[in-house]
């Protein structure tokens, strides 16, 4: 899908919510960015206590997503809805329009209670418009997170030119802040509300088993940190953060062979981890079990690819991007001063400005900036100091470092050469050597004040 420069790409988001959908479309909108792609959420009212005014839940902050109230529509503007949200697809007439498909069952479940509501109330209002695969929705693309997904679309119709991967991934937090180093001889598993095939296998097991569902993220962090085994049998719509958390933890998977368990692209551990789910194979899980736990590092070695993939997600995401827009990354090096609001920071900024090379100056790190006066603007719960008509967005060391993660800012300006100061630039924000540019200036004490 071709992008213009005048283009405006917008993500339908839920709004006020914590969820794996909205982490998603925080996680592409960022990434959309990241291409200097002008990119906007428009956040869909999903709890009762929705804000308008402040839509964004404060788990997201951190993402620097601007968004908008409602779509421009144009031809050149691109619409991308995540597939739970699809009856959306049709709030637009001229612009175009990408489905993302993350989680299937959710996309045929939305259907299901939508069309169970209307047969109860079927003179209340009109039947929402549904996504289908006919030649009235043939000039929508889609994007897919999984192989799963798009192996979906094939069966429906779909052509290849209309299908491109797009997938998501873990974040940097979760990433930086796992631990797996005290393990016990404890399984984690998916568990479902209904007696199934798990519950045979643990009646099999001698070992202790702690469920993952309805736990809070941190619990859930600290039990993978100890547990030498995931084990999902559900559904796997979907590649989900749950399973690639697990992996990242350094817990063997074991799984079924259904949805995105089925085909060794989305889950590429070996055949040997992967089972039917029947009576006689239950038998086979339980030993498995037993004899990860017997021999826990080489079982665990053994999926080493699949926890490399897991890794590699953030970029392949980036480049896939790339191919399903045809655009290249920004020319320009995207920069974060380090110095704040002081004089220095100010003609930091006014000198790579004036220069236009390529270093673009577009944040400046204060944490104790005042956000206030003439030259201070606020937009979006955002902070901005504006200097020669140019624009740099005013954020915290935290932010700084969440941002470069993401890939936003590449490069730090550090206004002195004192190991001392790079030596804090590194423990707050902790960026790579080469990514640290020492700019030194002539200015004296009173100037920095």
Known sequence: MLVYPESKIYILCPGNNRSETAERCHQLASQLIRLNLDTYM?????VEDFNAENPVDAAYQEYNIPYDSGVEDDAKNILIVPEVAATYLYLTKETRRVLWWVDVKAFL???AVKAIDQIENILAEPMPRFFSFNRFDSDV????????ARQFLKVNGVPDEKIFSVSDHLTQNFIETAKPSDKKNLIAYKKTSDKDFTDVVKDLSENEWWPVEDARPEIVQKLFDRAKIYVDFGELASKEQLMREAALSNCVIITGK????????????????????TVDSAVDVAAKIQDVIKNFEAELDKQQDFRNEILR??????????????????????????YGMSNIGRAIAEILIKQDGEILPQFIVDDTAELSGEEVSHEQNRHYLNLNNHRLQIISGAVAKFLYNEGRIQKFIVPTDAKEYIDIVKRAINPADEDIIVLKLEVSENEQD
Do not use: C
């Open 42 to 46: 428009i956040y869909l009212p999903s």
């Open 109 to 111: 479940r939305d259907i």
């Open 313 to 338: 997600e953030k970029n392949n995401m980036f480049n896939e991007l790339q191919a399903a827009l045809e655009v290249k990354p920004a020319e320009k090096i995207s920069a974060g001063i380090i």
């Open 258 to 277: 259904r949805g995105v368990a089925a085909n060794d692209i989305d889950i590429n551990i070996p055949a040997e981890f992967k089972f039917e789910e």
């Open 141 to 148: 693309e889609h994007w897919t997170q999984s192989e799963y």
